[in-house]
């Protein structure tokens, strides 16, 4: 059994079922909050795919959603100091695995990883009250 560094938004909706799905296979999680982490671009960039820069967004931001923050992606430079300044940007969780650094939950790498004893039903990444709230961030 692995133990997960698993960095939420506390209260989150789909951060409290994908702990539920690593607790029960038998994994041990240790839960850090992603808001009041203190990020910095170097910490930040080991959970971040350099392919695509973004997948690294949390796309429910209500400043993205609205259009009142705007984020050039072809500056990734600029984008990294905006996360680390606004931690909602972050999509989550962000997870840390036997020193590999993860961002979202992708549950077929992390069967291959650790092992789910359960494969999530649909999808349990974006916010189901997105559509229908602001209050998801």
Known sequence: MATVIFYEKPGCIN??????????????????????????????????????????????????????????????DSVLAAMCQDPLLIRRPLMEINGHCLQGFDAELLDQLIGLSVMPDGDIETCPRSQHASSCK
Do not use: M
Not at 37 to 60: A, C, G, I
């Open 15 to 76: 951060n409290t079922r994908q702990k539920k799905l690593l607790q029960a296979a038998g994994h041990q999680v240790d839960e850090r909050n992603l808001l009041t982490h203190p990020w910095d671009v170097v910490s930040l960039t080991r959970f971040l795919s350099t392919e695509s820069q973004d997948s690294w967004l949390n796309k429910t931001h209500p400043g993205l959603k609205s259009g009142d923050i705007e984020l050039d992606l072809s500056q990734p």
